[in-house]
């Protein structure tokens, strides 16, 4: 592979789809200018594989967390902005690692829709289990069809 082809790869866009409940996930783009995001209970180690200029979408699958109250809708989306995971002291003992995210104005979608024209949906009956590791990797082509959904801009999402 010539090395301006490695380059280009190497620095590509990624797009990744972070799994939370949605008192969570809101709160993470919350106040504009100040947005940030957190997965898998804090862990820094999956927000090392993110990088500055990747896009996130936020997924629901209920409104509070362990609820019953069932949402599965994206709340959020936007590009992380450039620096590394950092703790991040919420009181009580909990200290978790943290991204900082550009968030756009965009509106809540439910999944429900978009689930024949997404990509990484390979078993209509088991999409949901996609989503149990709390981090997705997923194309630019399910991205668009998250923002569309959520009416997002796409030429704030850099598409």
């Not at 919420?90 to 509106?107: E, I, L, N, T």
């Not at 990484?120 to 997705?136: I, T």
């Amino acid at each position: 592979m010539p090395l301006s082809a490695a380059t280009s790869a190497a620095t590509a866009r990624r797009n990744w789809i972070a799994v939370a409940c949605a008192q969570h996930a809101r709160r993470g783009c919350a106040t504009p200018g100040a947005g940030y995001m957190q997965v898998c209970h804090g862990k820094v180690a999956p927000l090392q594989r993110i990088r500055p200029g990747d896009r996130v979408a936020y997924y629901a699958p209920t409104v509070t967390m362990g609820g019953k109250d069932r949402l599965q809708a994206f709340v959020s989306i936007g590009i992380v902005l450039p620096g590394s995971p950092y703790a991040f002291d919420m009181g009580g003992g909990f200290v978790p690692s943290r991204r900082d995210v550009a968030y756009v104005p965009a509106r809540e979608a439910a999944i429900a829709p978009l689930l024949d024209a997404l990509e990484f949906v390979d078993d209509r009956q088991r999409w949901g289990s996609k989503f149990r590791f709390g981090l997705l990797a997923v194309s630019d082509h399910d991205m668009r069809m998250i923002a569309r959904a959520m009416q997002a801009e796409l030429q704030s999402l850099h598409f």
